[in-house]
């Protein structure tokens, strides 16, 4: 059979034309030469070349199998040059935020991935969505639920598949943490414990302590992947809330929060506690089942991450995270596999957020959840 173009494909695929039968007919040998690869493998243009991005994304862009790295999105003129020439980038994938809405007129691309400050989020996602492109958006998936409808609403007027960038739930010791909840081997999970916290140590001004840029602090940043933990690890989403801050260095923590710790109750009696933390080291995921326990520690870094559980240690082969996140999106849009981060589970995250914020702005408070299954997937 002939091969179906990337733009063929995705117009089909998004009719509803026979996804399963298309797949059978495309091949996918995707060499590694270069930045481009073959015909069907997704283009995905990185929008923000920050630290993130140089150092995660587009190294893991070289590794997938069916998406490449196409094209930049930059306000810097010479990371241009720079990227253009170590990733083999054509000058015209090469956009700044000026002629960002462009490239809905470049069929090479089909992915937009947002990674910039958090409050950036909705806009890029939404204009990559009404560009025609594919999205994916960092997490946070936005600074607000509001913004989080907002983002979905694009997507889906534009018939276009959004992610965000939960890179955890393509890792292979997440996903047996998540087989183990799910297929009950020790039991119905009772204690849940997550933590996710790193020492700030740099430039003061930097954006994630700017509350216009970041939205919030160390709950808007490594709190996501607590409360991420507290919901894989118990395979439910809390009935209720209860939060408190706190800060050791109000000199450097002038708008965001430095350490936030709260405590969940999930459906049929589960409690779970979480630790966020800009001014602490912790990263671990510790569930007390009725007939045993498991635990990863590390839990939510780059990897590799380790665990265990009251019948022996786990053991997994490490891949970079970020390629295995990609490549789920990407044959998610291909071939219609789960899309194991949708955007219904980042806006799920901030509703927590927000009840978090709200909790501790009420002294405490216990604030109560309706999420029902939403966001488990």
């Not at 630290?51 to 862009?61: C, R, V």
């Not at 001004?205 to 991420?228: E, P, T, V």
């Not at 109750?265 to 007939?291: D, K, Q």
């Not at 839990?299 to 022996?312: D, F, I, K």
């Amino acid at each position: 059979m002939k091969k179906i173009s990337r733009r063929t494909f995705s117009q089909r695929l998004g009719t509803g034309l026979g996804a399963a039968a298309l797949w059978s007919s495309i091949p996918f040998a995707c060499a590694m030469s270069g930045s481009k690869r073959d015909e069907e493998s997704l283009g995905v243009a990185l929008v923000g070349l920050g630290s993130y991005s140089t150092y995660q994304l587009a190294p893991a862009l070289q590794e997938t199998q069916f998406c490449h790295l196409e094209g930049i999105v930059t306000g810097t003129p010479s990371k241009e040059s720079q990227w253009a020439q170590q990733y083999q980038i054509p000058k015209e994938n090469i956009y700044n935020y000026s002629n960002f809405d462009q490239i809905a007129e470049n069929d090479a691309i089909d992915i937009v991935y947002v990674v910039l400050p958090n409050a950036m989020h909705a806009e890029y996602s939404i204009r990559a969505a009404r560009a025609g492109k594919h999205v994916i958006c960092e997490k946070p998936m936005a600074v607000s639920v509001t913004e989080c409808d907002a983002i979905i609403e694009a997507c889906e007027k534009a018939g276009v598949e959004l992610a965000v960038g939960y890179r955890l739930h393509s890792e292979p010791y997440t996903q047996e943490v998540k087989r183990l909840v799910r297929e009950k081997t020790f039991g119905e999970v009772l204690y849940i414990s997550a933590d996710a916290a790193y020492i700030s140590l740099g430039n003061p001004d930097q954006w994630r302590l700017n509350i216009d840029l970041s939205g919030g602090g160390a709950l808007m940043n490594m709190g996501i992947y607590s409360i991420q933990s507290a919901i894989y690890g118990t395979g439910k989403n809390p009935i209720s809330v209860r939060a408190q801050e706190f800060s050791t260095r109000p000199e450097y923590f002038k708008q965001t929060d430095e350490t936030i710790t709260a405590q969940f109750e999930f459906p049929g009696g589960t409690v779970g506690n979480i630790m966020t933390s800009h001014n602490a080291n912790a990263n671990r995921l510790y569930a007390s089942c009725e007939e045993g326990w498991f635990e990863l520690q590390p839990a939510n870094n780059y990897g590799p991450l380790h665990g265990r559980t009251s019948q022996g240690a786990l053991e997994f082969t490490h891949e970079r995270q970020q390629k295995l996140q990609m490549d789920d999106f990407a044959s998610h849009i291909l071939s219609g596999t789960k899309n194991v981060a949708p955007g219904e589970m980042g806006k799920r995250d901030m509703i927590i957020v927000e009840a978090i914020y709200k909790s501790i702005a009420g002294g405490s408070a216990k604030i109560p959840l309706d999420l029902g299954n939403m966001g488990l997937v």
